[in-house]
């Protein structure tokens, strides 16, 4: 009964990101996790949620930064790095430095998110939001290193997966 009514709140979490609810949605998938400690699946759905809101975020005044907005989704993806594997480690580690970038917009040039990206692509060199976000911070340090970006973006549509977050990077 648990398990079923946890699945239930997992179709609800995944309807609330179409309405930019990031944080309502996390707050689902938590009422999920009460009810299914152990669900590989509601531990996915709070990780895609976590990923999206990280790349999807929007800071619309100057009274919240960046860092504030993403500080939920990025507990997310730092709690579930410690023990994913393969391609989900990849991904997990380029929002990770996704996040890293948006905190490095926020004012902390002491960061940098191309460490974390060029460890995502070491892991999985297809990997499309490694690549895709190595590309667009390469461009940002360096308007004119188009070459690079290019061959990086081409990883990243080759993948064939995430092709939407890769052409808005792009």
């Known amino acids: 009964e648990d ?6 709140l997992i179709a609800e979490a995944e309807a609330q990101p179409k309405r930019n609810q990031f944080d309502e949605a996390l707050t689902t998938l938590a009422r999920a996790r009460e009810l299914a400690p152990s669900s590989a699946s509601v531990r996915e759905a709070q990780e895609n949620v976590a990923m999206e809101w990280i790349r999807n975020v929007r800071v619309e005044n100057e009274k919240t930064s960046f860092g504030e907005a993403i500080k939920p989704a990025l507990a997310v993806v730092d709690a579930a790095l410690p023990t994913a594997m393969g391609q989900r480690r990849a991904d997990l580690l380029a929002h990770q430095g996704w996040a890293t970038f948006l905190l490095w917009r926020d004012g902390d040039r ?12 070491s892991i ?16 940002f340090q360096d308007h004119d290193d188009v070459a690079t970006a290019v ?3 081409v990883a990243a549509v080759r993948s064939g997966r995430a092709l939407d977050a890769v052409r808005t990077l792009q």
């Open 3 to 8: 398990a079923r009514k946890a699945e239930g």
């Open 110 to 121: 002491r960061l940098n998110p191309g460490e974390t990206y060029r460890e995502a692509v």
């Open 124 to 139: 999985d060199p297809g990997n499309p939001f490694a690549n895709a976000m190595l590309a667009h911070w390469r461009l």
């Open 151 to 153: 061959k990086l973006f």
